[in-house]
């Protein structure tokens, strides 16, 4: 008489190594549309000192994520390729500041995984060429509609008061100079926000 229980015990093992190997192979094609790094950074002209900052960087959806925990002064600055718009949600101030995204400024979305990528592996952080500065001036008025800007940026600021900042250049810098936010992404950029809803 054929003995059932070893022939079913003989099928689980079966699917059971499908099932992994499938798992397997899935996160083999998916590793390469999502990979993340967390960094350890040294935030000298921010007061707070130091922190962490995590890259996320989505090829599949064309989107970079910046997480900088540093206490009450932490942030997270969202890239959106696709759109062409760039937000950064402060914690301390409860809001969020859309802008732009310089393209000639900020690295396309494969020259961030590399750059995140080398840096990380070498384990330098600063010591390459010294970062590119953009300043941007806040408007006060807040954004009625954010369906303009993406899909991730509504995902991410929903909610919440929500402002427009333009780059500023030049002479038009000096006014803010005392009333900005610093968010420095990494070493390779150095951003402030000023002016609007900015408070020190």
């Known amino acids: 008489m054929p003995d059932f229980s070893s022939s079913l015990h003989c099928i689980g093992e079966a699917k059971m190594k499908f099932t ?34 995590s890259v996320s960087v989505n090829n599949e959806h064309n989107v970079a994520n910046v997480d900088n925990n540093n206490g009450w002064n932490s942030w997270n600055a969202l890239w959106d390729y696709d759109t062409g718009f760039a937000v950064i949600r402060l914690f301390k101030e409860k809001s969020c500041i859309v802008h732009k995204m310089n393209k000639e400024a900020m690295p396309s979305l494969q020259d961030l995984d590399t750059l995140v990528k080398e840096k990380k592996l070498q384990g330098k952080g600063p010591g390459g060429p010294p970062p590119r500065s953009l300043r941007f001036s806040v408007n006060p008025n807040r954004v009625d509609n954010l369906d303009k800007f993406g899909k991730a ?31 420095d992404i990494l070493w390779i950029l150095n951003i402030s926000f000023c002016g609007g809803v900015v408070e020190n």
Do not use: W
């Open 20 to 53: 992994i190997a499938f798992a397997g192979l899935l996160g083999v094609f998916l590793t390469p549309a999502l990979a993340s790094y967390n960094i350890d950074v040294n935030n000298d002209n921010n007061s707070g000192g130091s922190g962490q900052q």
């Open 153 to 183: 940026i509504v995902a991410m600021c929903k909610g919440l008061p929500t402002y427009m900042a333009e780059e500023t250049q030049g002479s038009s810098l000096i006014s803010y100079s005392e009333n900005c936010i610093s968010a």
